[in-house]
């Protein structure tokens, strides 16, 4: 079934694992995230990205993604990623969606506060759960400086007193993963991740840019409160770009079917794989 990021992180936080969160941007992409949960008797996060939603419609995103929770029969959520409209919040939480990600990080403390406060009035009332981001998680096509990057990690003293401004349900936060492919070895603030736990120890906090992050990295940033993992461009670029274009230059038979099925497996395998490593095997 569809259900609320509030009610997995909940389970999460008790439990003291994190859930994966996978980006989709095809129908068959959707589908190997079902079909991985399904595999792995997990929770699964779905997200929709601002660019797919421009695609697919409000309406069809969330037809599909109540078609594939229930053709798999396993607890997913489906999450609208980094909006920075409030328009476009509003027509996901009144079409189905389950929650949503205000991404107002690049404005400043209290406007970012002021445009979190009304979307969680606004979900509030369908009960639809809320993210939203302090600090700034860069993109690695950015061209950002380390020093410059780390001007914009998360304080913890500021997330404290964000958590009490908003009421948001999850808090993604900046501490040293960017959007996008490393250039060089990913390096997290394992120390800024603890404080800021110390200090919303209810909030379940969110690792963005999870393509390219180890495994230890990934189980150190659970370990300290992280309860959501995103993870997108792996499944772009390796689930769907490059497996559809060697799919279709392989195809004899004109068939666009067999390649829909290697997408689908390629996508689950990548799911699959993030899943072991998060930990909610078995959590469903
Ligand atoms: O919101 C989406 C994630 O942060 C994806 O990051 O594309 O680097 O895996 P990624
Ligand atoms: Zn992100």
Redesign the pocket.
Known sequence: ALVTLDYLMKKAMKGNYAIG?F?FFTYENLIGIGLAAQRKNSPVIA?A?VGAMKIMGEKGTVGACYGVARDYDVDMVLHL??ATDYDLIRRCVDNGFTSVMIDASSKVYQENVDITAQVVEYAAKYGVSVEAELGH?GGQEDHIKVDEREALFTVPEDAKRFIKDTGVDALAIAVG?????YKSEPKLDFPRIARIHELVPTIPLVL?????VSDDDFKKAIQLGVRKI?????L?VHGVFDVSKQAYASDSGSDPRSVSVKVIEACAKIVESRIDVIGSVGKL
């Open positions: 969160a980006n997200m990205s990623d980094h998680v993963t960017v959007h996008g492919f963005h840019g999870g393509t390219g995103n993870v997108g461009t792996e772009k």
